[in-house]
């Protein structure tokens, strides 16, 4: 297995990670205030729905989640994404990045959603090729890390387009 080879696509996913959850995490609150939304609503409704995640009670409740509150919620997953990445590097003997990749700039919420939607298209391609290169070096933890943080990024995508058509109406 050429172990360099899997720590450097581990590292240019973390990397990316990194990129988003700042990038969501700026549309989160950049949104929230365009949107007129006061902080402290914006913050709670934000923790409300995370909370809710698991139990799916309070989400059937508020009904399809405000592109405000799920850009905070999504953000956490890509904390943790980052964070399983940093840990495969680590076993595989490496240092894991802390340099974000390149993110985007938006100046309305639907040109944030837009650039959203493009960010987690662009992981599903970049992470299914990542996979291919874990399988070719053998690494199967790896593959199966890739496969798992795939589902995610897909139901990412999933979420982005459906607010964005919400937004476009
Ligand atoms: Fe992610
Ligand atoms: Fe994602």
């Known amino acids: 297995m050429d172990t360099r080879r899997v720590v450097e696509v581990l590292n240019s996913a973390r990397a990316r ?18 949107e007129g939304l006061p902080s402290l609503t914006r913050q709670g409704l934000g923790d409300m729905w995370v909370r809710s995640r698991g139990a799916g009670l309070t989400s059937r409740i508020m009904g399809p989640p405000d592109p405000i509150v ?13 964070e399983r990445f940093a840990n495969r590097v680590t076993a595989l003997g490496g ?18 959603l837009e650039l959203d939607l493009a960010a987690e298209e662009e992981a599903v391609a970049l992470y299914t090729e990542y996979l291919e290169v ?24 999933e979420t982005f387009r459906s607010l964005l058509e919400g937004r476009r109406g």
Request: hydrophobic share 35%; net charge negative; charged share 25%.
């Open 17 to 34: 990670e990194l990129a988003v959850i700042i990038q969501y995490m700026e549309h989160h609150y950049v949104g929230g205030g365009l």
């Open 70 to 82: 799920a850009l905070k919620s999504i953000a956490k997953v890509e904390m943790v994404h980052a």
């Open 95 to 112: 240092v894991p990045t802390v340099r974000p990749g390149d993110r985007c700039k938006a100046s309305s919420v639907i040109e944030m």
């Open 134 to 157: 874990c399988r070719h070096e053998g690494d199967e933890e790896s593959q199966t890390l890739f496969e798992q943080v795939l589902q995610d990024e897909r139901s990412h995508s």
